[in-house]
């Protein structure tokens, strides 16, 4: 773990910089407040500091309220070290967001024992987090093909609507369903019908562009949303999805499952109503199904006011 020393003595930054290296710490040096700020809140910041009250220019009060005014759901750990024993400074720096506070001259067991208390709330903060993004990452995404869910893809639509509105720029949505799906099934069993969902998602994505959005928008139905695209420009980015899935099949523990796709896709803008949107996609989806499948059907664009 790497730990920050903020301390402008030379003769004491030098000292601690090798007690912790021999704890197996790697020390980042900084002789002020400023650079001891930047050196916290840059890429790959040291996780905890030890910061002396005292120093040129910003002092390490100033320094450790600064820190605590970022957004950041992993906050740097702060022992104050620092000759300044009365309580009234102790009090002060707790209160500014210091989680510690040692006092010189320090005792070395001490001072490490503290550390590696930091060191334990770090990681326990570290798991917290990675436990909060687990959970999030299955709040918002399909269990089985990875990509997102109902809910987020509507999310995505809501958002990409509003950025429309703030932009003028249009964009489309295609909602897709793969053909006879349910033969899959009972041809192969829903084993390899999983297969082909998660081999369908890939195929798609492989045809989409980088900031294209996908989700899986119920059973074997999925939502495309693309941005900066109507008419004849959304046609084509739905007739390379199409493309994709038609031209092989899909890879399953069963062999290669042909598969084919019909796309229903819509324009909108900022004004665009989202509900009916999504029902103008399902339109257009059901005529690609009854004029014989594997195509793409293209409405014209929707606004709040039609």
């Keep these: 773990m790497r730990i920050l020393i903020a301390e402008d003595d030379f003769t004491s930054r030098t000292m601690l910089a090798a007690i912790v290296k021999k704890w197996g710490y790697e020390p980042v040096l900084a002789v002020e407040g400023e650079s001891a700020l930047e050196a916290l809140v840059g890429d790959d910041a040291p996780k905890l500091a030890l910061l002396d009250w005292t120093m040129p220019g910003m002092d390490g009060l100033e ?40 006092i010189k001259p320090y005792d070395n067991a001490e001072l490490r024992a503290r550390i590696r208390v930091g ?68 041809r192969y069993g829903h084993q390899t019908g999983d297969d082909v969902l998660c081999g369908f998602v890939r195929a798609v994505e492989s045809a989409l562009r980088a900031y294209d959005r996908i989700g899986r928008y119920g059973g074997e139905e999925f939502l495309v949303v693309a941005p900066d695209s109507s008419g004849e420009g959304a046609e084509r980015v739905f007739e390379r999805v199409r493309e994709s899935v038609a031209l092989k099949g899909i890879e399953t523990r069963s062999g290669i499952v042909p598969v084919t796709v019909s796309i229903g896709v819509v324009s909108g803008r900022g004004d665009s109503d989202m509900d009916a949107l999504l029902a103008a996609a399902d339109d257009a989806l059901y005529r690609a199904k009854n004029t014989g499948r594997n195509r793409v059907v293209c409405l014209n664009e929707i606004s709040r006011g039609t």
Excluded at 68 to 89: E, M, W
């Design 63 to 102: 320094v450790c309220r600064r820190l605590r005014q970022l957004p950041t759901s992993a906050p740097p750990y702060i022992i104050f070290l620092t000759s300044r024993g009365d309580k009234d400074c102790i009090v002060e720096a707790l209160e500014s967001g210091a989680n510690d506070y040692v």
């Design 119 to 186: 060191q334990r709330m770090i990681e326990m903060q570290t798991a917290m987090n990675e436990a909060k993004e687990a959970v999030l990452h299955e709040a918002m995404h399909d269990p089985l093909t990875g990509i997102f869910n109902r809910r987020a893809i509507l999310d995505v639509l809501r958002k990409e609507i509003a950025r429309s509105d703030r932009s003028g720029i249009p964009f489309s949505i295609g909602l897709c369903d793969i053909d006879r799906f349910k033969r899959v099934n009972d």
